[in-house]
């Protein structure tokens, strides 16, 4: 047919049609041209990367020019679309008046998206606004009509077609951003890539800086110092770079040009049985011994990486489909394995697509007989919850009795607490696992198998599987390890109808799939008053060790009371344990999550808060947890002793406008003020973080420090333990900011303060909004957030602490430790 096929804007080649084209011909006579090899939906583009002309080296030689970015920052989108589109035009005007014959592109992520902005754009008639999108009528007129520059302005949801062209195109307002690397850098290119630029000049691009949705690696775009003309390059070279080392790893394979299935392409789920190596080697090569009737696959193919000590293999089956019995028409079933020998622990690591097998006899083969490959299972594999604490089990296998009288149940959600019980009990044995929990104060999920496998939910690369067989062989082979330890670390919830006695409720806190939201994705409506999690919170009302429950959802200027009831009823002979939440106050909200409205009472009895009492212990609906954890007191010489003299301690918070100087926080602050911090920051009343929140810009994180208050009852120093209740709560509930994105940090604190400029006042006590965009930018793009957590309660001295203070200081230590990896430092009176 021909003897070579070139094909431009290969990033499309993945697309159905284009691939089933470009695999009829010899692949070694295909050469591929892209300026973005890498795609929106992770797919690897085929063939060897052998010529790269990066981005940078583009712009010096001219063939792109400068763009200026101008940012705005807006949280609501209707004022973002109106401040976008002032802007936008403005600069517009101002190069019409300096002699550029420039367009103005505002780019919109849907078409009712674009209507919308359109009648921002439709006021300013002597500059002819258009709008343009699939539905539109006479689509063609109005295109021709913009090819002929009769409107300068456009507003559109796609970028006018591949292909199109129009140099006067200089100004792109993004009232919706392109959410991934190669769409960004093609929407650039339109805007950057002329042989007119010394008549046309520069590209300028008006983007608002709050994008809460963006993908990371555009992140850095959109902050407030950014440079364009130098991220853009940089991006697009790290993104290359990607490709390039996927492609040294998997060069480290033979032979793959001759394999029908991209192995860039491939993404096990992180499972595994695994094997004890007697030998000091293997032989991936005789691995078809291991696998029955491999001759009659329908198609074979493997490959080795001596490197890597990792076998692939990819094995196709002809299978006759269930509706006919037909000789040419059939299905082909396909399967991988990949076998991992990790040097280290001496371990056979083997994956499988085909499940239900140890694949003793492949592990036979790569490392010699059954003698010289051991299955690591029955309780030994139960080790690899070792290190992860306070797991919660969403499902339990059970085996009971002995002999020939085996019985197996499993236990789901609301089930495996009964599971776990008999188990303790001695009157059944584990069979198998999975849950959630925290690895050195990270989230993560196991579950294993008394047969010999071990598994989480991930899924990834080759390369990032063999780093999760590394992590788990650790485990898996030191004898150390309790093989019990999993009763020890699980969370057994309890039903109530009752509210657990005897304890302290120290705090309120929202729903875990609450913290899945970013902050402004919930509003909620009081009267005519919205607010948004930035600026509200739920907090315990009239605690005490044996009453009712009460919370409470507060703003600045509204309180809305609620009580938590707790019931059980028998149906059917089986006792159903239930719970609801009303409300006790006559105001009343509306809670809007997206699309969905709901009163607030719906809301909470949907989303049930979590209760924290002072032992550890939390209530969600009916569901009481108490760990299984030895809590030690908080060592009395940790304890940070302070000087509180010419302080009111029974006075918390310095308050906005009118300073209380001789307040506990103002007293903080002024101490504060003299460490090396870069941020000071007063984040006081509802909605907040914590009262104090203080950050420096390290060489390798971001640290940041947060400081809970709390005044003293009376006004003096005791050994009054209700000190303590509210801010050890406090000081539990901001852990969860570890788990949310550094930006969503500086975001919460840049919109607060944002609202307290506009009455005249400001949160900062050190630095400026400017440093806080600073490191948002950073937190999002170079460095983590690590978090220090104090308590500051004057009214206790650190030489007369009681053992009920120092218990209740050390359970909450323990969960922070637990959950997070965060410390807790307590400040007190000498």
């Known amino acids: 047919m021909c003897s070579h096929l070139f094909v431009d804007e290969a990033h499309h080649s993945k697309a159905k049609n284009w691939n089933k084209f470009i695999q009829s011909f010899d692949k070694k006579k295909v050469v591929q041209f892209t300026a973005t090899p890498y795609r929106n939906d992770g797919q690897i583009l085929d063939g060897k990367i052998i010529y790269n002309f990066s981005l940078k080296e583009a712009q010096e030689q001219g063939y792109f020019k400068e763009i200026n970015f101008i940012p705005i920052r807006e949280y609501d989108e209707k004022s973002s679309d109106i401040r976008i589109a002032q802007v936008a035009v403005q600069k517009l005007r101002e190069d019409l008046a300096n002699g550029y014959e420039h367009i103005l592109m505002a780019r919109c992520k849907d078409k009712y998206r674009a209507t919308e902005v359109f009648k921002i754009y439709s006021e300013h008639t002597d500059l002819s606004p258009i709008l343009i999108?699939?539905?539109?009528?006479?689509?063609?007129?109005?295109?021709?009509?913009?090819?002929?520059?009769?409107?300068?302005?456009?507003?559109?949801?796609?970028?006018?077609?591949?292909?199109?062209?129009?140099?006067?195109?200089?100004?792109?307002?993004?009232?919706d951003v392109r959410k991934s690397l190669p769409i960004t850098l093609q929407f650039a290119g339109r805007f950057t890539r002329t042989s007119r630029d010394a008549v046309l000049g520069n590209a300028s691009f008006i983007a608002n800086l709050y994008q809460p949705d963006i993908n990371e690696e555009l992140s850095l775009l959109y902050a407030k110092e950014s440079n364009w003309n130098s991220i853009l390059p940089t991006l697009s070279l790290q993104a290359t770079q990607q490709q390039v080392e996927l492609q040294e790893f998997l060069s480290g394979f033979n032979h793959l040009e001759e394999s029908i299935i991209p192995f860039q392409d491939i993404r096990p789920a992180?499972?595994?049985?695994?094997?004890?190596?007697?030998?000091?080697?293997?032989?991936?090569?005789?691995?078809?011994?291991?696998?029955?009737?491999?001759?009659?696959?329908?198609?074979?193919?493997?490959?080795?990486?001596?490197?890597?000590?990792?076998?692939?293999?990819l094995l196709g089956s002809r299978k006759n489909v269930d509706w006919g019995s037909f000789n040419d028409v059939y299905n082909i079933e396909w399967d991988i394995y990949i076998a991992y020998w990790e040097q280290k622990n001496n371990l056979l690591f083997i994956?499988?697509?085909?499940?239900?097998?140890?694949?003793?006899?492949?592990?036979?083969?790569?490392?010699?007989?059954?003698?010289?490959?051991?299955?690591?299972?029955?309780?030994?594999?139960?080790?690899?919850?070792?290190?992860?604490?306070?797991?919660?089990?969403?499902?339990?296998?059970?085996?009971?009795?002995?002999?020939?009288?085996?019985?197996?149940?499993?236990?789901?959600?609301?089930?495996?607490?009964e599971g776990l019980s008999l188990a303790e009990e001695k009157s059944g044995i584990s069979?198998?696992?999975?849950?959630?929990?925290?690895?050195?104060?990270?989230?993560?999920?196991?579950g294993c198998s008394r047969k010999g496998r071990v598994w989480s939910y991930s899924r990834g690369t080759v390369n990032e599987f063999l780093k999760w067989c590394d992590n788990v062989g650790e485990k898996l082979s030191n004898d150390a390890i309790d093989s019990n330890i999993l009763f020890k670390n699980s969370i057994k919830p309890i039903k109530c109808s009752t509210r657990p006695p005897n304890i302290y409720p120290i705090s309120a806190d929202w729903h875990?799939?609450?913290?899945?939201?970013?902050?402004?994705?919930?509003?909620?409506?009081?009267?005519?008053?919205?607010?948004?999690?930035?600026?509200?919170?739920?907090?315990?009302?009239?605690?005490?060790?044996?009453?009712?429950?009460?919370?409470?959802?507060?703003?600045?200027?509204?309180?809305?009371?609620?009580?938590?009831?707790?019931?059980?009823?028998?149906?059917?002979?089986?006792?159903?344990?239930?719970?609801?939440?009303?409300?006790?106050?006559?105001?009343?909200?509306?809670?809007?999550?997206?699309?969905?409205?709901?009163?607030i009472t719906e809301f909470f009895n949907e989303f049930p808060p979590k209760l924290w009492f002072h032992d550890g212990s939390f209530l969600q609906g009916n569901d009481y947890v108490k760990f299984n954890e030895d809590i030690l007191d908080y060592p009395r010489e940790d304890i940070i002793a302070w000087n509180w003299r010419g302080v009111s301690i029974g006075n918390e918070s310095e308050g906005f406008g009118t300073i209380k100087e001789d307040s506990i926080q103002y007293h903080c602050i002024q101490k504060l003020s003299t460490g090396n911090y870069?941020?000071?920051?007063?984040?006081?009343?509802?909605?907040?973080?914590?009262?104090?929140?203080?950050?420096?810009?390290?060489?390798?994180?971001?640290?940041?420090?947060?400081?809970?208050?709390?005044?003293?009852?009376?006004?003096?120093?005791?050994?009054?333990?209700?000190?303590?209740?509210?801010?050890?709560?406090?000081?539990?509930?901001?852990?969860?900011?570890?788990?949310?994105?550094?930006h969503e940090l500086f975001n919460h604190l840049i919109k607060r303060e944002i609202k307290?400029?506009?009455?005249?006042?400001?949160?900062?006590?050190?630095?400026?909004?400017?440093?806080?965009?600073?490191?948002?930018?950073?937190?999002?793009?170079?460095?983590?957030?690590?978090?220090?957590?104090?308590?500051?309660?004057?009214?206790?001295?650190?030489?007369?602490?009681?053992?009920?203070?120092?218990?209740?200081?050390?359970?909450?230590?323990?969960?922070?430790?637990?959950?997070?990896?965060?410390?807790?430092?307590?400040?007190?009176?000498?």
């Not at 696992?433 to 999920?445: A, Q």
């Open 431 to 446: 069979n198998n696992v999975f849950g959630i929990g925290f690895e050195n104060g990270e989230m993560t999920s196991i």
């Open 678 to 742: 870069d941020i000071i920051y007063n984040d006081d009343n509802s909605g907040e973080i914590a009262d104090i929140i203080t950050i420096k810009n390290l060489e390798n994180e971001i640290n940041v420090e947060l400081y809970h208050l709390k005044y003293a009852i009376g006004g003096k120093i005791s050994n009054e333990i209700k000190n303590f209740y509210e801010v050890c709560g406090q000081a539990q509930k901001s852990l969860v900011w570890k788990y949310r994105e550094g």
């Open 270 to 313: 992180f499972s595994a049985v695994v094997y004890k190596n007697k030998t000091n080697n293997w032989f991936p090569s005789n691995f078809k011994k291991g696998i029955k009737g491999y001759d009659n696959y329908e198609h074979k193919f493997s490959a080795i990486n001596s490197e890597k000590q990792t076998l692939i293999i």
């Open 351 to 417: 994956n499988s697509s085909e499940k239900g097998s140890q694949y003793q006899e492949l592990a036979n083969a790569i490392i010699g007989n059954e003698k010289e490959a051991v299955l690591i299972k029955d309780e030994n594999v139960f080790k690899s919850f070792h290190k992860i604490d306070r797991v919660k089990l969403f499902n339990f296998g059970l085996r009971k009795g002995l002999g020939k009288d085996i019985s197996f149940q499993s236990y789901y959600g609301k089930g495996v607490q």
């Open 512 to 599: 875990h799939s609450i913290y899945k939201q970013i902050e402004t994705k919930i509003i909620f409506k009081v009267g005519r008053n919205e607010f948004d999690l930035s600026s509200s919170e739920i907090n315990i009302l009239n605690p005490d060790t044996n009453g009712e429950l009460y919370f409470s959802f507060d703003t600045e200027v509204e309180q809305i009371k609620f009580k938590l009831n707790l019931s059980k009823q028998l149906i059917n002979d089986s006792l159903e344990y239930n719970f609801e939440i009303v409300k006790t106050s006559s105001n009343d909200a509306t809670v809007k999550i997206g699309t969905k409205l709901h009163t």
């Open 133 to 175: 999108h699939s539905s539109i009528l006479g689509k063609t007129n109005v295109k021709q009509a913009i090819v002929n520059k009769e409107h300068k302005i456009i507003v559109c949801v796609d970028m006018l077609g591949e292909g199109f062209d129009l140099p006067e195109l200089k100004i792109a307002a993004f009232h």
């Open 756 to 830: 307290k400029i506009q009455k005249g006042q400001t949160r900062l006590k050190k630095g400026s909004i400017d440093d806080l965009e600073s490191l948002l930018n950073i937190a999002k793009w170079t460095k983590p957030i690590a978090y220090d957590i104090f308590i500051v309660q004057p009214g206790f001295s650190k030489v007369n602490v009681s053992a009920p203070i120092l218990n209740l200081l050390g359970c909450t230590l323990n969960h922070l430790k637990k959950e997070g990896g965060i410390n807790l430092k307590v400040i007190s009176s000498e």
